[in-house]
């Protein structure tokens, strides 16, 4: 098991896009609006165009997905920080299906028009932490650069990233998750069940802004306090795997289980874990994203903690949010007011 201590890291930027719209505002005004579910249709950005939010060059050979990194990460990121320091600052990135839908692009032009009619500045899109790489290339981040893959990935990678601010490894650190679906992919999850529920696939993007201690240009959102993280191979060893970890991020954040009111929660709801044997209490509301923004994979923990964070300085209480698919890596973060 992974488990972290997380002293004093504050998301102090957040950023996101996805079908419910480009922000954590307004991700939060459609998730209220209870008028606005898209329940059973598709949650994908045909219309997405980057130029609407960034003036950046650099971004016409890039996959979608990476161009989705590149807005929500230049949105948690705001003001530019001082370049001289750019060289302590890192990025982590999550995602399941990463750059499998370019490579499928890549490989059917090669095979139906031929080697040579293929575009070499596509190539770079097939490479699995590509997404990463443009993001520390184009923002000048020489830190550590870490790509994660898996349906949890989003938020392991923000638990990374926070275990690199608290161990010093970097002074700020950009970390969420991405996901795109195109024909290849969609043919191979539209119809895909989810904890008993058909959730249409979905795209998104999201990350959050890193720091050890509140940044002079950006105010702090709130506070990672705790982290875990387990991996299951059989699904009848999941439950108790994921009691652990809430326990043990309960347990490493010193704060009491009773107080939380509120889970956010990707892949299967874990009601049977908080009110039988995690130790919350049994009145918490448990709460997904996956009705306005369909199922994003491993962008799904990364869009929660960005809209968590967001509504911290509304809601002072802390704030649990799991990812914890039938098997494979299941996580657990505690966030608390900044």
Known sequence: MKDAVVPSVFIVGGGCLAASGYGPAQLER????????????????????????????????????????CVAAAAALGPAPSPDTHH???????TQWGSLESLVDFNRRAFTEGPHLVNPSQFPNVIGN?????????????????????????????????DLVSLGRADLVLAGGVETIGPTLLRGVAKEEHDGVQWPPGEGAAFVLLSPQPHPYRPAQAQVLSWSQSTVHQEQNAEAARVTIIQDVMKRSGIDPGIIRTVWYA????ESVVQRRGGLSPGVIMQTLHTV??????????????????????????????????????????????
């Open 130 to 162: 590509v997404h990463g790489s443009y993001l520390g290339i184009l923002f000048g981040f020489g830190g550590p650069n870490i790509t994660l893959c898996g349906r949890a990935g989003g938020l392991e990678a923000i638990g990374q990233g926070a």
């Open 293 to 338: 923004t369909g199922n994003c994979r491993a962008a799904d923990g990364a869009l929660a903690v960005a809209l968590a964070a967001f509504r911290m300085a509304q809601n002072k209480s802390p704030v649990l949010i799991t990812v914890f698919p039938s098997y494979g890596s299941q996580v657990a973060m505690l966030l608390g007011p900044a």
């Open 267 to 270: 892949g299967e709801p874990p």
């Open 30 to 69: 459609v998730w209220t609006d209870s008028s606005s579910s898209l329940f059973g249709k598709l949650r994908l950005l045909h219309d997405f165009d980057p130029a609407q939010y960034l003036t950046m060059k650099g971004l016409r050979s890039l996959s979608q997905t990476s161009r989705m990194c």
């Open 88 to 94: 302590r600052y890192g990025v982590v990135v999550g």
